[in-house]
């Protein structure tokens, strides 16, 4: 459900106008910036900016809506020890943001496509099937992947490290095996390289849909002028990004691919994100995190990030809560001023 932010004094009100002046101005907007301010008479300190605090979100709940405050610091610490600029501190009134977050790193599925469930099926396929040809080797009865296996051990993680992980939950130790292995393969890596296939193909027959309220989000974001990247454990990322129509909405991205090139640590590990905050030019506690799986919180978390924002689309809001994420939503656009305009919603086939 989208439901708009509680307007609360004047200052959310100017902040929408302004972004409606910055939709026409130059890229270079920050330089322009201060004529705005002094055009419309408004000074540091003016009305609700006042109120926020550092580490504070920039938005305040409706009864009964789903946007869950955490602590005001999750590490019992100030997130910033800068002076703030007014744009940060408007813009981030009308984004849902904290004084001075000059970055948003977005996790790929289930945050910006609906490509999560796709991941879930492949999953599903892939090792619904070989535990079936274990089992018929070993004259056993095989137990089915669920979807809480899904959320617990490879959601969210690279592509091997999920596999290991579920193998051994069920006491199965493989052979790691090579990134070539083929699909056929019984190791680790052929595990992993079986289930891309199956993604793929998937992808291919059904296409790539991006969440609407995402879309939004990140047009507000850009309009706002804040850094976007893409940060996914996915070695597809920039496929799917391309077959959703979105891929010119982000400046960075930090995918499967680029963390075995560099030799990043996947999430929970907070590599790719503190990478991504460093090749937009910003410190963690100038970057927001957003993320639906629990290892991606948990990342945000442990990288001292400015926010950590959990997308709950399939009813695990006290689980994402419990691994790191300082607010929860159903959907980005429920942090957004309901005055900013609806992005056109982005549906492509692949």
Known sequence: MTVGIRRRECVIGVASSLISDLRHAPPCFLGNWAE???ARKIVPGAGRATAHRPGAVGADARPNRRLDHGEATAHGTPRHSVPIPL???TIGA????PNGVRACLFDLDGVLTRTAVVHAEAWRRM???YLAERARREHATAQPFTQSDYDRYVDGKPRQDGTRSFL???GITLPE????DPPTAETVRGLGNRKNELVLRLIHDEGVDAYPGSVRY???ARRAGLRRAVVSSSANCRQVLAAAGIQDLFEEIVDGVVAARDGLAGKPAPDTFLAAARTLGVT????AVFEDALSGVAAGHAGHFGLVVGVDRVGQADALREHGADVVVDDLAELIDADIPEAEPHTARH
């Open 127 to 129: 090792f619904d099937g």
């Open 36 to 38: 705005i301010v002094t």
């Open 218 to 220: 990140v047009h507000a």
């Open 284 to 287: 963690p506690g100038e970057a």
């Open 168 to 170: 051994a939950s069920r």
């Open 87 to 89: 744009f940060a501190i």
């Open 94 to 97: 009308v984004l849902g943001l």
């Open 177 to 180: 095996g090579s990134p070539d």
